[in-house]
């Protein structure tokens, strides 16, 4: 990355996504590598608690209202809520457990019968 560049790991508190991002804090929440500004303050959320819980409820209601309403079938029509499958009767839906551990991968439209 340029010199001046800043990354901002929001992830940090679940392993990060940056390989020189580590946990700061809000009392010290930014450090320098290679001329390139980390931010990585683990559980930002947890600094606006009643926002944060407004948000990610506003971002989840509907899905959890799909699944509540129409079940599985939420599941197969909307790709989103595929994406969270991880197995199915007996079948591993999520390839990236199944390339970690070679296991056998099934997509998950074909494993729920979605068209």
Do not use: W
Not at 65 to 73: K, M, T, V
Not at 86 to 102: D, I, Q
Request: glycine share 10%; proline share 6%; net charge negative.
């Amino acid at each position: 990355m340029r010199n001046g560049s800043v990354i901002v790991d929001v992830a940090v508190d679940q392993g990060g996504c940056v390989e020189t991002t580590h946990p700061t804090t809000h009392s010290q929440p930014t450090y320098e590598i290679d001329g390139v500004v980390h931010y990585c303050v683990a559980n930002m959320p947890g600094a606006v608690p009643r926002t944060s819980t407004f948000a990610l409820n506003n971002q989840t209601a509907g899905y959890v209202l799909a699944l509540a309403n129409q079940g599985l079938d939420a599941v197969r029509k909307d790709p989103a809520l595929r994406h969270g499958l991880n197995t199915y009767r007996g079948e591993l839906t999520y390839p990236t457990v199944a390339t970690a551990f070679a296991l056998t991968y099934t997509d998950p439209g074909l494993a729920l019968g979605a068209s």
